[in-house]
């Protein structure tokens, strides 16, 4: 009887243990298998909710039920199936609108941390549970109607970047809602003495685009501190597709924060102007710790040859995005937010540390969805990468992007020095050799015959196929704000008129460059930050626009007013390909630290037949002797911005120190 029993025993316990998934173990990252479904994380009706996860080396995956978003233990934990592709799903069927969820998984026999999963769409405080929410009762009143504003071409975008808290958090900006989304959607916000300020503010200014600085769930911030200061700028991700909770009214809400950013892109389209969202999926806020790793260990990120982490992006790991989920998972997260949220496009952070195929295949995707999308990002790294330059977004390869486009450091440091050596100048601050990296940036890193690469500071070849994939800018969240930089760099010798004069001119040229226009927040009336050159977790005391700098730089921000309007009217400075550009613009013989050019407008469509800019980067009057005319100047940078009227010159134009001029004829 008692070999019979055991025999009975053992039976059982194969039983068991043929019942239970096994460990899978896989020769690379590269023989796991891929999941081709869109329906990872959660699928929500009224009547059942679908819980789905991809690890195929899990040995189980267990769901944990919470009734609040922060503490308390679960009020019931249900076991996935393992099915086709290494997905995990479990069906409950009831209502659970309200619940908070997360998963658990189990590898080689260890328990790991609890996820909220990478797919989560809705997190309670902090992010560390997910949300079962009904997102067709988020949206704001009127979201069925909301469109895009129009825009004709790529290369007609201005774009301005901002960081939300510091865009309405000052006590001068008159916002209801200082530093949150709500603050981006109130119209007709004004500064103490009148000014607008806001969405105001935008309106009047005439950009088309804002670019807002991470708005996806960071970690940095303690969402339930907000009273205590705490600021950053939010490239250290955790949950990328659930807009960041700090910036709502009520991060404790899991539905507050996702329609109070759809209010502040609705606001943002009725008042004619498209969002861009700051993404940043080449590194994690966390590597170990990280929702990727807690639910597939190590797959998601690149390796050394010694198996350590590798780190191009210099925050502690980097992601592969050339792995068939990684890829799957940008894709699909950037769709979520032009779909759900009606983004308008994309900026990537460390874009270099991407890989070209990805990246291509988003846009063959995503276009699909709206078709005047736009794509760009920074074609470098912060360090060295496994994955060969070869196959990498970096710069040098953006011609190998279809709808992508870059931004030009070398335009950049052209026009005002290195933003790696706080002292060093250039075309703008008193450096000289600079001519052919502002003629480069010109003609939006394309090919012209007139540059001489050999003399460009950076680039030594063209980059850009066309025009569009080149971001021209001076300045951005990075580093030193223009004002700062021009500052600084002076050590002391620049008069506060003298500043001015370099700031008008530096986006001057910017403005009047082929390309793609690109403004740092505040800029248009010398925004400082006292000198710190690195600001992403300072107090608002440094980070804050102060809405004062508006009347205290009046005239800064009529000329920018007065730039971005001549851009805006005249299609020869935003030719959209690089053979118009090659047949229409020609630069003229000029001094040592003038660049001087002229463009065939009737040719690119324009009002104005011809058309002559100079670019006068020394400390001189200098006097240029002009072709045929008479001319007319439509813009003096050397003039009041307020004044408007245009004046006749022929033979001699006198070209007053660090300005720029615009002259055109109409006959």
């Not at 919470?66 to 099915?83: A, C, D, F, H």
């Not at 861009?276 to 807690?294: A, K, P, Q």
Request: charged content about 20%; aromatic content about 10%; some cysteine.
């Amino acid at each position: 009887m008692k070999s019979v029993r055991q025999f009975i025993l053992l039976v059982a316990i194969l039983t068991v243990a043929s019942c239970r998934p096994s460990e899978t173990k896989y020769a690379t990252y590269e023989d796991y298998p891929a999941y081709p479904g869109g329906d990872l994380g959660l699928t929500y009706t009224p009547q059942a909710s679908t819980f789905r996860l991809w690890s195929p080396v899990a040995t189980s995956v267990t769901l944990h039920l919470y009734e609040k978003g922060e503490v308390g233990e679960p009020i019931t934990s249900e076991p996935l199936e393992r099915n086709e592709e290494g997905v995990w799903a479990v069906t409950i069927d009831r209502d659970l609108k309200g619940s908070f969820y997360t998963f658990q998984v189990e590898v080689e026999g260890k328990k790991l941390e609890e996820t909220p999963g990478i797919y989560a769409k809705a997190v309670g405080v902090n992010g560390r549970r997910a949300a079962v929410v009904d997102m067709t009762q988020t949206n704001p009143e009127g979201w069925e109607n909301d469109q895009r504003p129009s825009l004709a071409s790529v290369s007609d975008a201005i774009i301005y970047e901002m960081h939300v808290r510091d865009f309405t958090i000052h006590p001068s900006s008159g916002s209801k809602y200082p530093g949150k989304y709500l603050g981006l959607s109130e119209a007709g916000t004004r500064s103490p003495s009148g000014q607008a300020t806001g969405i105001a503010h935008l309106k009047e200014l005439g950009i088309t685009h804002v670019h807002l600085l991470p708005v996806f769930d960071y970690r940095s911030v303690d969402e339930t501190k907000l009273d205590s200061p705490q600021f950053n700028w939010g490239y250290d991700p955790q949950n990328y597709n659930v807009p960041e909770g700090s910036y709502s009214t009520d991060p404790a809400d899991p539905s507050a924060r996702i329609r109070e950013f759809k209010q502040m892109v609705q606001s943002l389209h009725q008042a004619g102007i498209r969002v861009i969202m700051d993404v940043v999926y080449n590194h994690t806020g966390l590597t170990e710790g990280s929702n990727f790793n807690l639910e597939v260990p190590g797959y998601y990120y690149r390796h050394t040859a010694e198996g350590k982490w590798s780190d191009a992006a210099a925050c502690g790991n980097e992601t592969a995005s050339e792995r068939a989920m990684m890829r799957k998972y940008i894709i699909e997260s950037c769709e979520h937010w032009v779909k759900e949220y009606h983004i308008d496009g994309f900026r990537f952070d460390l874009m270099g540390i991407h890989d070209i195929e990805t990246l291509n295949q988003l846009t063959d995707r995503l276009l699909k969805v709206e078709p005047s999308l736009i794509f760009y990002g920074e074609g470098w790294t912060a360090g060295a990468s496994p994955l060969p330059d070869s196959l990498r977004a970096l710069k040098a390869n953006t011609a190998r992007l279809k709808h992508f486009a870059a931004f030009s450091d070398d335009l950049r440091d052209g026009l005002k020095g290195s933003v790696f050596d706080e002292h060093a100048t250039a075309f703008v601050n008193g450096g000289s050799g600079a001519e052919q990296s502002i003629r480069f940036g010109i003609v939006a890193a394309t090919e012209h015959p007139q540059v001489d690469y050999s003399k460009v500071n950076y680039s030594k070849a063209p980059w850009a196929r066309e025009p569009w994939q080149c971001i021209n800018y001076v300045s951005c969240h990075d580093n030193h704000t223009l004002a700062d930089k021009l500052k600084i760099s002076g050590q002391g010798k620049f008069s506060g008129d003298q500043l001015l004069q370099m700031d008008k001119l530096a986006n001057g040229i910017v403005l009047t460059s082929q390309g793609i226009s690109f403004l740092h927040a505040g800029e248009e009336m010398m925004r400082t930050k006292k000198g710190v050159e690195n600001s992403f977790n300072k107090p608002d005391s440094i980070n804050a626009i102060d809405w004062s700098w508006k009347d205290k730089y009046a005239d800064v921000y009529a000329h920018y007013r007065l730039l971005i309007g001549l851009r805006k009217a005249h299609p020869a400075f935003r030719m959209s390909s690089a053979e118009q550009i090659r047949a229409n613009l020609k630069f003229v013989d000029s001094p040592s630290g003038v660049v001087a050019y002229s463009l065939d407008g009737k040719a690119a469509g324009d009002s104005w037949n011809n058309i002559l800019v100079v670019a006068n980067g020394t400390g001189e009057t200098v006097n240029m002797t002009l072709p045929g005319g008479p001319w007319r100047v439509g813009y003096d940078g050397s003039l009041p911005g307020t004044q408007k009227k245009e004046r006749q010159v022929s033979g001699k134009l006198m070209v007053g120190p660090k300005a720029l001029v615009v002259l055109h004829t109409t006959d």
